[in-house]
């Protein structure tokens, strides 16, 4: 089954249709209980907020830090039916700890181009990627999937390998607050690159400012930048013509999370995959059509409406898609970047990992 903004199962029709969706196995009548988890994005508000239902299902939605919710699945209770989920910390559990407890969904909630997320120190001489062979560079989570998509663009589209760079591990991390304690998947170190842990006490952003370091990759902004410090600076002040020029070469908006399901509840429930899907693109959706028909009188940037419209110039009308085929190449590029970096123990695939009755969704 395929879905498409012209075709969503929705309100009653989404009801109806569970039966031939359940095959043998319908949804109870008092709607299954689901514990869902996220961030409050703008994409997934519609279902926190209740305008959108997951057919068949009565739910709750904790709003949490990706680390702790990547903590909650792989080494804590796992209470949660559907979670929003680190992609390369899922890859890192799968590939070297034989985790299997839960299937990914092909919804990706959080995308970000990541150019953006290299600070320098200011005075440091660094003007270009190039500038950082050899040089210290500092990091509070180094298996992140920011972190892997960096090195990865830094090692493919500059030329610099990991292994040419002198990395500085913080062990305190400035952005602790918005994202959650790191997870232990987030903090795999593989054989063969020089390595160091940065003073006890300080974080990232202090690494940075004390001279600890010379540049620093950090999926949030630190908190030397957001404090206006002018010790630290982005290496590419203007990202967005840097990353919009790095789509147009590529075709990758890289994916940083995606959506895991439980898999004992599928076992229990075959027809919840799809519904779950359905109700994540239906929020999506709701997210756009807010954006075309009110964000730009509603929203506070003053030219909100100029910068939709251009970013869909840039990326197409459907910028931020679900399913395999709209995102199998960025998929397979994080694969291959873990993989050769030395992280995750082998080259994984898409039906590894992603819930077979999801494949041929898209939206």
Not at 216 to 238: S, W
Not at 241 to 258: L, Q
């Amino acid at each position: 089954m395929k879905t498409s903004r012209q075709g969503f199962i929705t309100g009653s029709l989404a009801a109806a249709s569970l039966a031939s969706i359940a095959g043998s196995r319908a949804a109870p009548a008092a709607g299954l209980p689901i514990t869902m988890a996220g961030y409050d994005l703008d994409r997934m508000r519609a279902i926190i907020d209740g305008r959108v239902q997951i057919a068949g299902c009565t739910t709750k939605f904790e709003v949490a830090g990706i680390g702790d919710m990547n903590t909650h699945i792989f080494s804590g209770p796992g209470t949660r039916e559907i979670t929003e989920i680190g992609l390369h910390p899922f890859m890192l559990a799968y590939a070297n700890e034989g985790f299997r407890d839960y299937t990914l969904l092909p919804v990706f909630p959080l995308r970000l181009f990541r150019h953006k997320s290299i600070f320098i120190r200011t005075g440091s001489g660094i003007k270009t990627i190039e500038d950082l062979k050899g040089r210290k560079v500092a990091t509070p989570g180094y298996s992140s999937t920011s972190l892997t998509w960096i090195r990865g663009i830094v090692q493919h589209e500059h030329g610099v390998s990991p292994k040419e760079i002198q990395w500085v591990i913080s062990k305190k991390d400035s952005g602790a607050e918005a994202a959650g304690k790191i997870s232990k998947q987030e903090q795999v170190l593989p054989d063969g690159i020089p390595f160091a842990y940065g003073p006890a006490g300080m974080d990232e952003s202090d690494l940075l400012v004390n001279g600890e370091a010379d540049a620093l990759f950090h999926a949030a902004e630190p908190k030397a930048y957001v404090q206006g410090d002018p010790r630290i600076q982005r290496l590419f002040p203007d990202y967005r013509t840097v990353e919009k020029a790095y789509f147009k070469k590529t075709g990758i908006f890289p994916i940083m999370h995606a959506v895991a399901l439980r898999k004992e509840t599928i076992k229990q429930n075959p027809w919840l995959p799809k519904v779950v899907f359905e109700a994540y693109s239906q929020s999506k959706s709701a997210a756009f059509d807010y954006m075309k028909k009110y964000g730009w009188v509603k929203e506070s940037l003053p030219w909100f409406g100029q910068e939709f419209a251009e970013t869909k110039a840039a990326m197409g009308n459907n910028y931020w898609p679900y399913g395999i085929e709209p995102n199998r190449k960025a998929l397979e590029t994080l694969f291959q970047y873990s993989y050769e970096q030395g992280l995750a123990s082998k080259q994984l695939t898409i039906e590894e990992l992603f819930e077979p009755s999801t494949l041929e969704l898209v939206e």
